[in-house]
């Protein structure tokens, strides 16, 4: 089974505040995506990465960046967070092209006062 | 994006009891995933499919690209199968888009 860690599981900031949430995998997929879940919209994309440097557009791109530094490690930065984006935030990876399976992440509960 | 659909939104059901989800998309899809998220809210992939059916244990999945829709059939309801299902649905060359979920409730 994949192994996608997030850190940290827990985070809390204040609007405007500067905000990174950080993943890793360890099993060289070379897919890496984020998602948010809230209550009523089930998961969605905020941005993925088919390999190091690249980084793709989700659905809900607005107000986040992201980073793919290597294979392993995908980041998701929110440079001035806002209250509407507290929400529950996956990582997931996939090895595309061998296996379409995602494997998430236990996810960070990030709340923005 | 492409609407994903999943009914019920919500479904109780005695233990023992079996039970089809499923999963709603508008246009022909690749493939579709199966979730199960449990009360840690941790998110466990169950399927993979790019057509027809599997089984494991006492769930199946099939995918119906051609009529656009997948099923989850759970049999034989244990407890720890309470959770919220999701579909997630894949367009070629896309990445997956997920359904709103069923909150699946087993009762003893």
């Known amino acids: 089974e994949a192994a996608v860690t997030q850190s940290p599981r827990n985070k809390v900031t204040v609007t405007g505040g500067n905000v990174t949430l950080s993943c890793r995998q360890t099993?060289?997929?070379?897919?890496m995506y984020w998602y948010r879940q809230d209550t009523g919209h089930g998961l969605r994309l905020i941005h993925y990465?088919?390999?190091?440097?690249?980084?793709q557009i989700g659905d809900v791109p607005d107000g986040y960046k992201a980073t793919r530094t290597t294979q392993e490690d995908f980041f998701l930065l929110l440079e001035l967070a806002s209250p509407s984006q507290t929400s529950l935030y996956f990582c997931?990876?996939?090895?595309?092209?061998?296996?379409?399976?995602?494997?998430f992440g236990h996810g960070t509960k990030l709340s923005v006062l | 994006g492409m609407p994903v659909e999943q009914n019920p939104p919500a479904l109780s059901l005695y233990e023992g009891a079996e039970s089809g989800l499923r999963c709603n998309f508008s246009?022909?899809?690749?493939?579709v995933q199966w979730f199960q998220q449990n009360h840690r809210g941790r998110l466990i992939t169950l399927f993979y499919?790019?057509?027809g059916t599997k089984e494991n244990g006492r769930l199946k999945s099939t995918f119906n690209s051609k009529e656009r829709y997948s099923t989850l059939h759970i049999k034989d309801a244990q407890l720890e199968d309470s959770g919220t299902y999701f579909c997630?649905?894949?367009?070629?060359?896309?990445?997956?888009?997920f359904g709103t979920g069923t909150k699946l409730q087993v009762v003893p």
């Open positions: 099993n060289s997929h070379n897919y």
């Open positions: 499919l790019a057509q």
């Open positions: 997630a649905v894949e367009n070629s060359g896309t990445y997956q888009r």
């Open positions: 990465s088919y390999g190091a440097g690249n980084l």
């Open positions: 997931a990876s996939s090895n595309r092209g061998q296996d379409e399976r995602l494997f």
């Open positions: 246009t022909t899809m690749k493939g």
